[in-house]
């Protein structure tokens, strides 16, 4: 199965990844990722993206594509992939459908900005195992401000903050609000309630899968 992850940062979209990558054995493809590889490997689409980015600008979509293209080619994806925050906008979008690329479902996980500022806030992470907790959730650390691993001092990452996390979130909101309605128009996307208990959104993720699969047989 091919799948487009959608969500916001701080919605639980890198959790979900990860647990339908595992259920379905299939990759996860980040463009981030696979641009650093494909820089690193010296495939001719990251011949492309150097020169871009040794200039300081933007990888161009039809160089994207044709990243994703090469990665989609590889062994680890004939039983299927997610691609995770790609696509981020409508021209990279149609760029996808163009490629002849086929794409099963859209999982869109939505959670409101006020449970997002929280989650995101709260987060604090160890300087010495980079060990992840949040003092607004379950997750909280046993004495405050210590790791309960190695007792390293936890930090609050710029990432963060609550200022960065809403410009992190206007940029996205920006972006992919015609995202969606482009999909929505295809009745491709499904969304899924990131606010409630992990287990029950992976449950109800995996029941949408499973349907999606009996539905394209």
């Given at each position: 199965?091919?799948?487009?992850?959608?969500?916001?940062?701080?919605?639980?979209?890198?959790?979900?990844?990860?647990?339908?990558?595992?259920?379905?054995?299939?990759?996860?493809?980040?463009?981030?990722?696979?641009?650093?590889?494909?820089?690193?490997?010296?495939?001719?689409?990251?011949?492309?993206?150097?020169?871009?980015?040794?200039?300081?600008?933007?990888?161009?979509?039809?160089?994207?594509?044709?990243?994703?293209?090469?990665?989609?080619?590889?062994?680890?994806?004939?039983?299927?992939?997610?691609?995770?925050?790609?696509?981020?906008?409508?021209?990279?979008?149609?760029?996808?459908?163009?490629?002849?690329?086929?794409?099963?479902?859209?999982?869109?996980?939505?959670?409101?900005?006020?449970?997002?500022?929280?989650?995101m806030?709260?987060?604090?992470?160890?300087?010495?195992?980079?060990?992840?907790?949040?003092v607004?959730?379950?997750?909280?650390?046993?004495?405050?401000?210590?790791?309960?691993?190695?007792?390293?001092?936890?930090?609050?990452?710029?990432?963060?903050?609550?200022?960065?996390?809403?410009?992190?979130?206007?940029?996205?909101?920006?972006?992919?609000?015609?995202?969606?309605?482009?999909?929505?128009?295809?009745?491709?996307?499904?969304?899924?309630?990131?606010?409630?208990?992990?287990?029950?959104?992976?449950?109800?993720?995996?029941?949408?899968?499973?349907a999606?699969?009996?539905?394209?047989?």
């Amino acid at each position: 199965m091919n799948i487009i992850l959608l969500g916001a940062p701080g919605a639980g979209k890198g959790t979900q990844a990860e647990i339908i990558s595992a259920h379905l054995n299939i990759p996860t493809i980040s463009t981030g990722d696979i641009i650093r590889a494909a820089l690193k490997n010296g495939t001719e689409m990251g011949l492309k993206a150097k020169s871009f980015i040794d200039k300081g600008h933007l990888v161009p979509d039809e160089v994207v594509i044709g990243i994703v293209t090469e990665r989609i080619k590889q062994e680890d994806c004939k039983k299927g992939f997610i691609l995770d925050g790609f696509p981020r906008t409508i021209a990279q979008a149609e760029a996808l459908d163009n490629s002849n690329i086929i794409i099963d479902c859209v999982l869109d996980i939505e959670v409101d900005e006020e449970v997002i500022y929280k989650r995101m806030s709260g987060r604090r992470v160890c300087e010495k195992c980079a060990r992840v907790y949040n003092v607004n959730t379950d997750k909280r650390p046993r004495v405050d401000g210590k790791c309960d691993v190695c007792a390293g001092t936890l930090v609050q990452r710029m990432d963060d903050k609550i200022e960065t996390v809403k410009e992190r979130l206007k940029v996205y909101y920006d972006q992919t609000h015609a995202l969606k309605e482009y999909y929505d128009k295809r009745n491709m996307r499904i969304v899924v309630d990131g606010a409630k208990p992990l287990p029950e959104i992976t449950e109800n993720v995996l029941k949408i899968l499973q349907a999606q699969e009996n539905k394209n047989g």
